[in-house]
């Protein structure tokens, strides 16, 4: 019964290939988030989509394009992976905007 | 530009006694703090927040404290015990940034039993 999930847990790629990561809530939260915690530990956020609605865009690269088919799922999707890519990307979702996140437990990307 | 900073990357406490964890931000449109712990290969749990229309919030042996004039947030943890040993993300958000949590860069929290 886990509140957020993801798929997968690692993922080992190599540079230039596409790769998506799914993220889940069974929490009948509106929103969801994708979130990039990289080598020095700073947790950002990238993404935010409100009932399949996208609310947040940070400076991405336009090579992540997030997803939501329905308001119980956002995946990410990763084209020409870099090696500056390799990071955990946590997903998380909350009722709204202005309560507590409830994360998932992370997708580790490694690009060779 | 960080706008929230944990300065203290690591604290080690003894088992029973207080932890204190301490936070700092510059961006005053923050009016929600947050702290989040988070074990290795895990996901940042919630722990406790605090509004801006509050200085104090507790909830078990976790208290919140929030000097809004400092912009200043600390997270007691009375007493210790090896369990909590962790990382803390203390975390904002308010004005226009719906949603948008800013993390400071965590504190390696160790307590020794």
């Known amino acids: 019964d886990t509140a957020v999930s993801q798929t997968p847990k690692y993922l080992v790629t190599q540079m230039g290939n596409d790769k998506s990561i799914k993220c889940e809530q069974n929490?009948?939260?509106?929103?969801m988030y994708w979130y990039k915690q990289d080598s020095k530990k700073f947790l950002k956020i990238m993404f935010s989509?409100?009932?399949?609605?996208?609310?947040i865009n940070e400076t991405v690269p336009n090579r992540f394009s997030p997803k939501s088919p329905d308001k119980a799922h956002l995946n990410l999707h990763i084209n020409s992976l870099e090696l500056g890519d390799s990071a955990v990307y946590f997903c998380?979702?909350?009722?709204?905007?202005?309560?507590?996140?409830?994360f998932g437990p992370g997708t580790r990307l490694t690009v060779l | 530009d960080q706008q929230v900073k944990q300065n203290s990357p690591s604290l080690s406490v003894q088992e029973g006694r207080i932890s204190i964890l301490n936070c700092d931000y510059t961006n005053s449109m923050f009016d929600y703090f947050l702290w989040y712990k988070k074990y290795p290969a895990e996901g940042p749990t919630f722990l406790i927040s605090?509004?801006?229309?509050?200085d104090k919030n507790e909830d078990g042996r976790f208290t919140v404290f929030l000097n809004k004039s400092a912009k200043h947030l600390s997270l007691h943890i009375v007493p210790s015990q090896p369990g909590d040993s962790a990382v803390y993300f203390c975390a904002a958000t308010g004005g226009t940034s719906y949603g948008k949590l800013t993390f400071g860069q965590g504190t390696i929290l160790t307590v020794h039993p």
């Open positions: 929490l009948g939260h509106d929103t």
């Open positions: 998380a979702s909350s009722q709204d905007g202005y309560n507590e996140q409830f």
């Open positions: 605090i509004s801006s229309i509050k």
């Open positions: 989509y409100n009932n399949k609605e996208l609310i």
